[in-house]
């Protein structure tokens, strides 16, 4: 009887118990990837190949989504203002929820999805079938040769790949304001310029910078420890997903928080 | 890595740098090469202005507002903003903040004072630094109609202790009085819109007569101006010069006439002020006349002889052979 009026708050104490584990051993994880950057001719020479892979590789979907949002963007806002407020504010709301809200989060959503999965099970891959452990066996140190450069990617090319979805969420908003609106380009660009503040791009990049930290390294960690054969690479990388996606949600808010 | 991949990251990185700054630099609303100048104004209070809102000049954004900061001490704010280096500014010129529309983006304008006399402009206390001065926003606006409705509100509330049922008799009195003062003013506009008609009637004889009077007086005139149309009115006026030329000289005679007339009473002031001293001398008893008027016997004397003598002259008249015998050979 005891046990199951206890059954709840066992079941809630245990979920914080291995948040507050999860998070620690991913702090430890964190500094045995920073202290592992000393290892440049490691990381070095497989930096670029992981900008590529994380970042250039990423644009493509990136901008498919930007673009539609965009467009999304433009119509919705037409359609709520309804007459009641001036249509160059089609440009204010393109142009702030793109720099400010969408274009990071849905970069890093998109990207957590793609990057993230990717690293995870990559790596997941890797221990399980215990490449990891020969790399350690050759003293060859594990963090700088697969965590550092892709974390370090992600940091580099996140901001990058945000910054062009932003500026292609922008123009394909304009361009439905011009064809599906009746806005003129000058109705637009008022709009846009109005409330703009060049700490827009610097908040945009904050943001998606610390979403590639995120995705990147809870990637690498999910990989990093998975155990168990396919079915724990399958499940390590839904977990840092899913994990990485509510992590992106949460540092949107603490940076609106903290930063607006 | 081969060189594709090598050659499509760079193209990213390059991208998204060049979208960044160029992004910024544009929506921020720079100049891109041309040149600017810094300017500044003051305000006791700058509303909802933020750096990067336009700054205008007839109309026309010149610029952009670059910093909004409280002065040192807090009695002014300092608005630093950016303009086109050619910009010739009005004379007197003052910034005038005020919203560009109603959702709350605000403008700065530059405009000569007399735009907006009224409006209290903080003063600046360095050279250079322009005047500036708010106009009220929505807010200040919705403000002031809301005390207008409060005070209305007061009014009503008034209005309705006021009105009580004595205060409907009362005016339901004062209607009936209006309604009784209604019907004799009507009544008396009826008698005075025939006295009016009489006077109008004289009226309009009199103006007849006016109208009578001034064909005369056109047909005078038209009169007057044939006559002055004729070639008599050349000799006339000659005549009228030769006249105004003998009256000149008239005058010039009588101007000599003058001079000898002041002569003559100066010398008749001098024959007087000689009979005045003789007068006197003779008053005093001086002098043989003076003597005879002193003395009373002496003049019946030559009162006697002048009689003696006149019947003398009277006998010599009557009988000259007896005093006078006149042979010639």
């Known amino acids: 009887m005891t046990e199951r009026l206890l059954a709840p708050f066992t079941a809630i104490g245990r979920a914080a118990l291995s948040l507050a584990s999860g998070i620690g051993r991913w702090g430890v994880f964190a500094g045995d990837t920073v202290r592992s950057l000393r290892h440049v001719d490691v990381w070095g020479r497989l ?6 892979r994380i970042g250039a590789d990423s644009v493509p979907i990136a901008l498919f989504i930007s673009t539609f949002t965009g467009v999304v963007l433009a119509l919705q806002a037409s359609y709520t203002f309804t007459g009641a407020i001036p249509m160059y504010f089609v440009g204010v709301l393109v142009g702030k929820t793109m720099m400010l809200e969408l274009g990071p989060v ?31 066996t050759m003293a060859y140190p594990p963090l700088a040769y697969l965590v550092a450069p892709r974390v370090l990617a992600g940091i580099i090319m996140f901001p990058i790949v945000t910054v062009l979805a932003v ?37 945009t990049v904050i943001k998606a910078t610390s979403f590639g930290l995120i995705v990147t390294s809870i990637g690498c960690y999910f990989g990093f420890h998975t155990r168990g054969g396919a079915a724990g690479v399958g499940q390590s990388t839904t977990r840092a997903v899913v994990a990485s996606s509510m992590v992106i949600l949460v540092l949107d808010a603490f940076w609106a928080v903290v930063l607006l | 890595m081969n060189r594709m991949r090598e050659a499509w990251l760079g193209l990213v990185i390059v991208g998204a740098i060049v979208v960044a700054v160029v ?74 903040l005020s ?26 206390w360095e050279p250079g630094v322009l005047p500036g ?31 009580s049922d004595e205060t409907a008799r009362n005016v339901a009195s004062m209607i009936d009085n209006i309604e009784a ?18 006077v109008t009637e004289r009226v309009q004889m009199a103006v007849d007569g006016i109208g009578s009077a001034a064909d005369q007086a056109t047909a005078t005139l038209e009169r007057v101006d044939e006559l002055l149309a004729q070639d008599d009115v050349a000799s006339t006026l000659e005549d009228m010069a030769v006249i105004a030329a003998n009256m000149r000289d008239l005058s010039g005679d009588l101007q000599g006439t003058n001079a000898e007339i002041r002569q003559t009473a100066a010398r008749a002031d001098s024959a007087f002020a000689r009979a005045d001293a003789i007068l006197t001398r003779m008053a005093a008893g001086e002098g043989t006349m003076g003597r005879v008027l002193e003395n009373e016997g002496i003049a019946d004397d030559l009162q006697a002889t002048v009689v003696e003598l006149k019947v003398l002259l009277t006998d010599i008249r009557e009988n000259p052979r007896r005093y006078f015998s006149l042979s010639i050979f």
């Open chain 1, 47 to 52: 930096l670029l190949e992981q900008m590529s």
């Open chain 2, 181 to 198: 003062v209604t019907q004799r003013l009507s009544a008396l506009v009826t008698q005075q819109a025939d006295s009016f008609t009489g």
């Open chain 1, 167 to 203: 500026g292609i969420g922008v123009v394909s908003g304009w361009l439905t304001s011009l064809q599906l609106l009746d806005m003129s380009t000058a109705e637009f660009l008022r709009g846009l310029t109005l409330f703009f503040r060049p700490f827009d791009v610097v908040f």
């Open chain 2, 23 to 96: 992004g910024t630099l544009w929506l921020e609303g720079s100049s891109f090469g041309q040149s600017q100048r810094d300017m500044e104004a003051v305000f006791e209070e700058v509303g909802l202005i933020r750096p990067g809102n336009p700054i205008k000049l007839r109309g026309v954004e010149v610029g952009r507002v670059q910093e909004v900061s409280v002065d040192s001490g807090g009695a002014v704010v300092r608005l630093s903003f950016r303009v086109d280096e050619d910009l010739v500014l009005p004379e007197d010129a003052v910034v005038i």
């Open chain 1, 106 to 136: 849905l970069t890093g959503l998109a990207l957590s999805g793609r990057v993230g999965a990717n690293i995870a099970a990559e790596l997941g891959t890797m221990r399980v079938t215990e490449q990891v452990d020969a790399l350690e």
């Open chain 2, 133 to 163: 001065g708010a106009l009220p926003d929505i807010s200040e606006l919705t403000h002031t109609a809301d005390q207008i409705a409060v005070n209305l509100g007061v009014l009503t509330d008034r209005m309705g202790i006021a009105f």
């Open chain 2, 99 to 124: 919203p560009e529309s109603m959702f709350g983006d605000w403008q700065a304008e530059i405009v000569p004072r007399s735009r907006f006399p009224a409006v209290a402009y903080a003063q600046p």
